[in-house]
Each structure stands twice: as C-alpha cells, then as structure tokens.
Nanobody, 113 residues
Framework: QVQLVESGGGLVQTGGALRLSCVASGNIDGIDAMAWYRQAPGKQRELVANMIGNKIKYIDSVEGRFVISRDNAKNALYLQLNDLKPEDTGVYYC????????WGQGTQVTVSS
C-alpha cells in the first residue's frame, strides 16, 4: 500500500511562493496519473492540477501561477506555487488522479493579505 506524505507548506504573504513536495512510500513509477488537490476552510476538497504522463492540466484559478512536476526516481510529486493569493489558502494533498490511494495528512498553505 503506497502512503503519501506531503510537505513544504507554510505561511506566506500575498505574492509569495512555496514548493510543495509529496513523497510516496512505494514506487509510483507505474502510476501514470497523479494530481494535487486542496481543501480550503469550510469547502470541499478540489483538484488543483493533474499530470497524466506528460499532459498537465490546471484549474483556471491557478493556471500560470502553479507548476506541477514529478520525479519518478525519487517517488516524488511537486507543486511550485507562485504569486500566491489569499484564496489559495488551504490544505494541499497529493494523490492519484482520480484519487485511489489513502489520503495523507496534507500540508497547510496559508496566504496572508
């Protein structure tokens, strides 16, 4: 059973940047579709970005600001968050796309105005 551990969150000001990491306890090389999700306070978890092979999609609100990438040799998935806005605040999770694995604890991103 692959376990996912997210890290890299923090408190930043509007316009700041963070790099989130997700490390899998097992091999993700055979998993073609991975994604980042987030859950804002009081809202449902939503998809932020997905990566299917080399095809990448972002939700409109983060397009041009976030960059998803992966390193199969390190069993890792990354999300570079740039030009952060208060509405980006939430707990960020990685998982397959669609999400088949157990959710990790996530990493908190808080953007102050």
């Amino acid at each position: 059973q692959v376990q996912l551990v997210e890290s890299g969150g923090g408190l930043v000001q509007t316009g700041g940047a963070l790099r989130l990491s997700c490390v899998a306890s097992g091999n993700i090389d055979g998993i073609d579709a991975m994604a980042w999700y987030r859950q804002a306070p009081g809202k449902q978890r939503e998809l932020v970005a997905n990566m299917i092979g080399n095809k990448i999609k972002y939700i409109d609100s983060v397009e041009g600001r976030f960059v998803i990438s992966r390193d199969n040799a390190k069993n890792a998935l990354y999300l570079q968050l740039n030009d952060l806005k208060p509405e980006d605040t939430g707990v960020y999770y990685c998982n397959t796309y669609p999400p088949f694995k157990s959710w990790g604890q996530g990493t908190q991103v808080t953007v102050s105005s």
